[in-house]
């Protein structure tokens, strides 16, 4: 019988919900109304229904159960990166979410794998925590952003921390993160429909175009939403790399060749867009994924698989936990 893996799962653990209570001004956030109707309201303006399923492991339970899913790898709501913080808040918010995602997965040891976060604008900092979480609760996944606080992660600074979770093994889940308004990006929920897309896409171009990706050559890196616009614009990075002297500065290598060392989720909501990415890196570099709670997560995922064109049965059984299984040392 084959798994269902759900490698892209969001959660708030309780611990950070009561600190932000009970901080507002500290943390830049507060939580609004109470009971269903509870909201978390970041001071940069993303609002938010707080779902039971990202504070109550019953309630994430029983949302895999509906979907169909065997394991969640549960990894924070991107908003509780807190990149902007201070050093002593910001270490205190990643070992709030880091020990609280433990607790979670503690409480349904054979349905949860966790991923931790890191305080990245502290790269030193953010390496300690990552062997933290990996000695202390044996995380085998860290997300982080796309970029920090607008540097992108191809930087220099942050090769340390990506050299170390390469050599620890850990998956690095690569995920866009709501950072205020973007000019042309204000009205109809652009910020996120076409902005997130975006940041992942220029996040994972600049990673192959200044040369971490072959310095880094064995980091397991995965994109969120499919890898944004990449997969379906790689063409247009190949005949730029070959044209131009510009994307030639620091690696010879062919962008297509280099977007293979990378793996990507399944959150692209149209099957011929699914079919393409399959087709472009292959199964083996695909893995389920719901983005949930969030309303613009797959509420469907085994559905959504199913009208792909064409998906055979070898396919499926590597997206649906072939690939995540090896990435995170899951026994198939």
């Known amino acids: 019988m084959t798994l269902h893996i759900d490698i892209h799962s969001h959660v708030i653990p309780p611990a950070m919900v009561e600190a932000i209570a009970a901080d507002p001004e500290g943390f830049a956030a507060r939580v609004e109304g109470g ?11 993303y609002v938010y229904p707080l779902f ?3 504070t109550d492991v019953k309630a994430k339970l ?3 159960d509906r979907k169909g899913l065997d394991l969640s790898v549960v990894s924070p709501a991107p908003p509780m990166f807190y990149y902007w913080a201070e050093m002593d808040l910001a270490a205190r918010a990643a070992r709030l979410v880091n020990d609280g995602i433990a607790d979670m997965v503690g409480q349904a040891p054979d349905r949860l794998r966790g991923m931790a976060s890191v305080p990245l604008q502290y790269p030193e900092l953010a390496m300690a925590e990552l062997e933290r979480v990996v000695a202390t609760h044996g995380f085998k996944a860290v997300e982080i952003g796309t970029t920090i606080e607008g540097v992108q992660l191809a930087d220099p600074r942050f090769r340390p921390f990506l050299r170390k979770a390469r050599d620890l093994g850990v998956l690095v889940f690569i995920h866009p993160y709501y950072v205020g308004s973007k000019a042309g990006l204000e009205n109809y929920y652009l910020t996120n429909l076409a902005g997130n897309p975006f940041d992942t896409t220029v996040s994972l171009a600049n990673l192959i175009f200044s040369g971490a990706l072959e310095e880094l050559d064995g980091l397991k890196l995965l994109a969120a939403h499919g890898g944004g616009y990449l997969p379906y614009q790689i063409g247009r990075l190949v005949h730029g790399h070959k044209v131009r002297q510009e994307p030639r500065v ?8 280099l977007m293979k060392q990378i793996y990507f989720d399944t959150i ?25 709670p969030f309303d613009m997560g797959d509420e469907t995922p085994l ?9 055979t049965a070898q396919e499926r059984a590597a997206i649906t936990a072939g690939t995540a299984q090896a990435l995170l040392g899951e026994p198939a």
């Open 52 to 54: 039971a399923e990202f």
């Open 268 to 292: 692209v909501f149209d099957p011929q867009a699914l079919r393409h990415l399959i087709d472009v890196v292959g199964a083996p570099h695909v893995c389920l994924g719901t983005d949930a």
């Open 303 to 311: 559905e959504s698989l199913d009208q792909v064109p064409g998906l």
């Open 62 to 64: 029983a949302a895999m």
């Open 35 to 45: 009971g269903d109707n509870r909201r978390m309201r970041h001071d940069q303006g």
């Open 250 to 257: 620091n690696t010879t290598a062919s962008p297509k060749d």
